[in-house]
């Protein structure tokens, strides 16, 4: 070989890598067998935590423009699809960590203290960059979040607050989609007329259906007034607004108009992207709250009710975190204020024209 030639431990840099397992018990004449598997698994998390972080850059990278070409949103979907396949990854490592015991974890868990997940600025930058507000956050103590962070990285997460975020860039531009109206064409509206057809014959359903009794009939009903008053919210701009000053919604009403139309029309050729970036930020969100829940899991597994060694009352801290912290709840939960597709109003010919790939001259 020539002495230029790369070699492969030189490129992965591995002698670096494969000495970076230094077991605190060790350190105290009695190293435990399991204390190297968690140091490797927790490292491992740290990379892939380090290529989400790039993945989320490079969407961002693309979002950040006042317009984005659709060979660039398909760039972007891939960045975001990568993320998803990464979590089934961390979700797998769990598993391979809860091959250690209660017991063997024991035998090395105090030299650990007060070292804990809380520490990781990587995984605060993720969820920073993702669009999550530190308002957002269920909070253990009146502390900030940034706490337990050393002073290089607190400054880093906390910088990450302000910087371009997923949320706000696709909020930006879910606002700018054209086919909210187009020329005499108004989605809204009709859509709106939709869903008015739909409750009104969920309600003859109810109040016709000869196998329910009163009390039924009494019970249903009342929950077609809840879905009535959830569309009514939808509908008016000042009642939606105050939903956003109270915190239950974030997404803005324009941006929430072009998501549904983007969901109900997704079979639209021009849609079809856009509806996978959207439906890779609702997986991104669903994956994160399923490690968040499965880790919580393995906390309890492991340590029952003690203390985390980072001094929080472990898994459920965890367990809490995981229903509350998330960034894109609205998408999530759209499917409130979907209809059937029987039910969606035709597009007029001009729209669906626009909507769909054509070649020139065809």
């Known amino acids: 070989m020539s002495k230029d030639a790369l070699y492969y431990g030189d490129y992965l840099q591995l002698g670096r890598l494969l000495s970076a397992q230094d077991l605190e018990s060790g350190k105290e004449g009695k190293p435990a067998h399991d204390e190297m598997l968690f140091i490797i698994v927790h490292q491992a998390y740290e990379l892939w935590f380090k290529q989400i972080l790039w993945e989320i850059d490079g969407a961002i990278r693309i979002l950040d423009r006042t317009s984005v070409e659709e060979k660039a ?23 391979v960590m809860e091959t250690m015991t209660p017991l063997d974890f024991l035998d090395f868990r105090d030299a650990l203290v007060p070292a804990s997940g809380f520490q990781s600025a990587q995984w605060r930058l993720i969820e920073n960059r993702l669009g999550m507000r ?15 962070l050393n002073s290089p990285d607190a400054k880093k997460v906390t910088a990450a607050e302000t910087g371009s975020t ?10 700018r989609t054209p086919f909210i109206r187009f020329g005499t064409y108004d989605f809204w509206q009709a859509y709106h007329e939709a869903v008015g057809r739909m409750l009104a014959s969920d309600r003859s359903l109810i109040q016709d259906n000869p196998t329910l009794n009163d009390a039924e009939k009494a019970s249903q009903l009342k929950n077609l007034e809840k879905t009535e008053v959830h569309f009514a919210a939808l509908f008016d701009a000042g009642a939606y607004g105050k939903l956003i000053t109270s915190g239950e919604r974030r997404l803005s009403h324009e941006a929430l108009k072009a998501a549904l139309l983007i969901n109900l029309y997704r079979d639209e050729p021009i849609l079809h992207l856009p509806f996978r970036l959207l439906q890779s930020l609702v997986d991104i969100d669903e994956g994160f709250t399923t490690w968040r829940y499965r880790h919580a899991l393995m906390v309890s597994r492991m340590i029952g009710t003690k203390i985390g060694t980072g ?14 912290n998330r960034v894109f709840a609205d998408l999530v939960n759209m499917s409130t204020f979907f209809i059937p597709r029987s039910e969606l109003p035709l597009l007029p010919e001009v729209v669906s024209y626009e909507l769909g790939f054509r070649w020139p001259g065809h």
């Open 166 to 175: 997923m949320f706000a860039l696709v909020e930006t531009w879910l606002a």
């Open 134 to 148: 530190p308002g957002d956050r269920h909070a253990f103590t009146q502390a900030p979040y940034t706490s337990r």
């Open 311 to 324: 001094g929080s009352s472990g898994h459920e801290y965890l367990r809490r975190s995981a229903e509350h």
């Open 73 to 95: 949103l398909g760039a972007a979907v891939a960045h975001l699809e990568r993320i998803v396949s990464i979590q089934r990854v961390l979700l797998q490592q769990i598993d």
